[in-house]
């Protein structure tokens, strides 16, 4: 397969939908976009796969086999190539960057687009096109060592960087209301920041009315117009931030994350900074019986970890 050919073409083609800018040719310009991303990413696996091993980095499935000098060696098998997922473990493994936060505003308007449908227009994929610029710009040039310029051709590079000039404007209105809000959290104030819209999936969500207090902030969308308030808002911008450290937890058996807070009950309570990015409810986090670590998934029975309080309970 020639995965370059295809990568170059699928952006291509993306940026001219985008601007032919009829409904169904937006719909198309998303996927395109997405997938030339995608195809790009694959480049980079394939190029750091061992010599005979039919690419083996680019494919979902790895079989194992001995090479005539008798060496276990892996090699791809089957038709189905990598996902995202295998994609993101496979770089943080072989020292591949991207920026996975750019990546992921680009999919979430990839997986929202068939429900947003009725209401897209052309503002609404500056952003897709946008982050899919500055990802692409610096992918290709660090981790391909190509010019994205040549690459892409001059006529498809120009359209991506005019309207991702327009788009950094808006983004950085976004920014400025943001950022007159006291989060009180580095990592909510950090995941609002890469937040996007519920409704559409765009990243341009503006806090208001700005200067004010976090449990009273409301974000409206600039692209669609959908709002969103602080209870909402915080919990999802915190899943969303922490989503690879939440998906390590279940893959790896790390700690938790964030759980649900013991005092609001929203899935705000942040684990690192032992307090809840909604209520400030800061949890005792050793157990006053043993002096043990309260597991986060245990916070509920804090000031107790699980075991004493079931050790309570049970003598009652
Ligand atoms: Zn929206
Ligand atoms: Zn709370
Ligand atoms: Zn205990």
Not at 59 to 72: E, H, T
Not at 85 to 112: A, C, P, Y
Not at 263 to 268: K, N, R
Request: glycine letters at 4%; one cysteine or more; hydrophobic letters at 35%.
């Amino acid at each position: 397969m020639n995965l370059m050919t295809n990568a170059i073409e699928a952006i291509q083609v993306g940026v001219e939908d985008y601007k032919n800018g009829s409904r169904r040719r937006l719909l198309a310009s998303v996927r395109n976009v997405y997938a030339g991303l995608l195809l790009f990413y694959k480049e980079a696996l394939r190029r750091k796969s061992p010599p005979r091993s039919d690419e083996v980095l680019v494919k979902a499935q790895v079989k194992f086999q001995k090479n005539p000098s008798g060496q276990i060696v892996a090699i791809g098998t089957g038709r189905k190539t990598v996902n995202v997922h295998q994609i993101r473990e496979r770089f943080s493994s072989l020292g591949i960057k991207t920026d996975w936060q750019k990546f992921k505003k680009v999919s979430s308007v990839r997986n929202d687009i068939e429900h947003y449908y009725p209401c897209i227009n052309a503002e609404a994929l500056q952003s897709v096109i946008a982050n899919a610029f500055v990802l692409l710009r610096d992918f290709i040039a660090k981790e391909l060592r190509e010019d994205p310029m040549c690459l892409l051709g001059e006529t498809t590079w120009d359209e991506m960087l005019q309207i991702a000039e327009v788009y950094q404007a808006e983004r950085k209105a976004c920014e400025e209301t943001m950022e007159s809000i006291d989060w009180n959290s580095p990592i909510l104030s950090e995941a609002v920041k890469n937040l996007y819209c519920a409704e559409c999936g765009v990243d341009l969500l503006s806090a208001i009315p700005v200067n004010s207090p976090r449990d009273e902030v409301s974000l409206k969308c600039r692209a669609c117009g959908n709002g969103e308030t602080a209870e909402d808002l915080i919990p999802r911008a915190i899943s969303d931030e922490l989503s690879w450290e939440q998906y390590l937890s279940f893959t790896d058996g790390n700690e938790f994350p964030y759980v649900s807070c013991p005092e609001c009950s929203i899935e705000a309570y942040i684990i690192s900074e032992e307090k809840c990015a909604y209520c400030d409810h800061e949890a005792t986090h050793i157990c006053i019986r043993c002096g043990d670590n309260i597991l986060p998934e245990e916070l509920d029975s804090s000031p107790l970890c699980g075991w004493c309080a079931y050790m309570i309970n049970k003598n009652d």
